[in-house]
């Protein structure tokens, strides 16, 4: 039997307790786990409880069968209920079951799909959230466990398993909010029941998804085995970027990986991939950052090479801040046209600098507002002499650049920048409301406001006054 690789769904599975026996109440209650099996909905399919991890209806293994609209009740006994939180749930579809899509035509070749363990999901009080993201990263996760073990995979080795288990659940969370955030969409909503709500679009990105999510679990372990002592580290295959020429995303599919050593100090990179995401076909991005600290002032070097029409623009940039509440400092930052990153690489801060007056208001380490003020080449700032003088400046250097800027929030001053832009930031520690709501305005009289929800979504306002936000008035989202 082959195991399938389209895409499918156990909405709302419900793991709750009902008693077992009659009247008086002293039989052990058991463990009902239900939910639907979704393409289309199948019915005819055998859902049991895999103990032994074979994807084998064994003798012993609590199983039903979906009804019409893929619902099915598995009643676990007492005997099996830890057990349900630790092995996986597998759905054989024979030949002969029903996919509503196609209700003419009976299923003609036999499959089976599995819906990950407990343990690997994100979870709701009693509800579990099944998703393909948990679905078909699970061979990937499966692989891992059996790797971090001699013997084969039981529910008794996965109980004796509890950090390995904790690390994997939250790297499938880590993973889901990715998702959220790259594509504003919550993984409950890209994998919720399309046939009950009829939304087509969403059940396509659901599918198209599917083989980059697989990789990028599986290259994420991978990645954390190479650099074990990353605070960060991941791997994201991601389908489409931005195209502001056509005003919608391009169709290929791209590669992202992130290490971060330590605060400050990470390398990124992305390469353009072939359909099946095995062959890297050109380098899109690479960002590099090295962070020190001495004498009061945090210096950041950054080099960023990003893909032109014919070249790559590279950008070097030196970003020099006083450690402070109220801090000041200065961008410097050396724009180019190169051929390949070592070119980037090799470019030093002199000569046609754009230079950034910045200023910033911290609150127990969170970023209340800023103010920044650009001044092109041949603009001169006032502050031309703090170019190029990362081993020597110290935080008296940059501190009399505060004085010069105008740090209200509504303010409109420009000093003579070319170009500025201002911004607040409200965070909130409240699970009901949103992580953090970012205001903006600048020299265009264009303000824009984005709102950050914890699950990763987020939601886009512009207009031309902070009264006037709404989110018709932004292009491209």
Known sequence: MKVCSKLFLLSAISATLTGCGGGGGSASPALSISGKAIDGYISGATVFLDLNFNKRLDSNEPSAVTETQGEFDLSVPEIYKQCAQYVPVVVDVPVGAIDSDFP?????????MVFPPQFALST????????????????QVEQELADNRSGELSCDSLLKEQALREEIAQRLQEQEWRVANRYNVTVDELYSDYIASNNDALHQLAQDLVPGLQKSYEQT????KQYPNAELAW????????????????DQWYRYEMVQTSSGNFNSITHVMSEDLETKLQLHNKESMVTTQRDGVNIEQTLTLEKGTSNY???ISEWLETLTADSSGVRNTLYAEVADWPSCNAAQ???????ALVTKNYQDGALLSYTEHTYNPGNDSGFTDLIG??????????????????????????????????VRNEFSDQPSQPSQIMTSHNNDGQWQRQTNYRNGTHKTECGDSEQTLSESQCQGN
């Open 104 to 112: 003419d035509t009976p299923i003609e070749e036999a499959y089976s």
């Open 124 to 139: 709701d009080q009693d509800l579990l959230n099944l998703t393909p993201l948990t679905s078909v990263v699970w061979s």
């Open 221 to 224: 372990v991978a990645l954390l």
């Open 235 to 250: 791997v994201e295959f991601f389908l489409g970027i931005w195209d502001s020429h056509n005003n919608n995303y391009d």
């Open 313 to 315: 623009h590279c950008a």
């Open 349 to 355: 801060v002199v000569g046609e600098v754009t230079q």
């Open 389 to 422: 003088v990362t081993d020597t400046v110290t935080a008296a250097d940059l501190s009399p650049v505060r004085d010069a800027i105008d740090t209200d929030f509504y303010s409109e001053q420009g000093h003579g920048a070319d170009h500025w832009s201002r």
